[in-house]
Nanobody, 120 residues
Framework: VQLVESGGGLLQPGGCLRL?????????????MRWYRQGPGKQRELVAT???????TYADFVKGRFTISRDNAKNTVYLQMNSLTPEDTAVYSC???????????????WGQGTQVTVSS
């Protein structure tokens, strides 16, 4: 199973960005998907989660600004980020709980991360 993020970049404060993360491989089902971030000199923190039926949770620091969504047909999760500030600068990584055909249980897989830099 591979998770590949895309959509990162450099933008000015107040800007918007949409991240994508696509899972591929011998996948039977994808359950909960998540976005994490790790800023420079900071610990990794959970940004948002979305279950297979699209129930969502958000960290307090992104509520009202970020929206997580998914396309089950494409095994893809998105993170729409609005009103970005320099404090949002981080490497954003996605994870997914994936059930493969030949395994009895699901396992969590990680993407490689995509850099988001917010600077004037």
């Amino acid at each position: 199973v591979q998770l590949v993020e895309s959509g990162g970049g450099l933008l000015q404060p107040g800007g918007c960005l949409r991240l994508s993360c696509a899972a591929s491989g011998t996948i039977f089902n994808v359950y909960t998907m998540r976005w994490y971030r790790q800023g420079p000199g900071k610990q990794r923190e959970l940004v948002a989660t979305i279950t297979r039926d699209s129930s969502t949770t958000y960290a307090d620091f992104v509520k009202g600004r970020f929206t997580i969504s998914r396309d089950n047909a494409k095994n893809t999760v998105y993170l729409q980020m609005n009103s970005l500030t320099p404090e949002d600068t981080a490497v954003y990584s996605c994870t997914a709980d994936v059930k493969q055909y030949y395994r009895d249980t699901s396992a969590e897989y990680w993407g490689q991360g995509t850099q988001v830099t917010v600077s004037s």
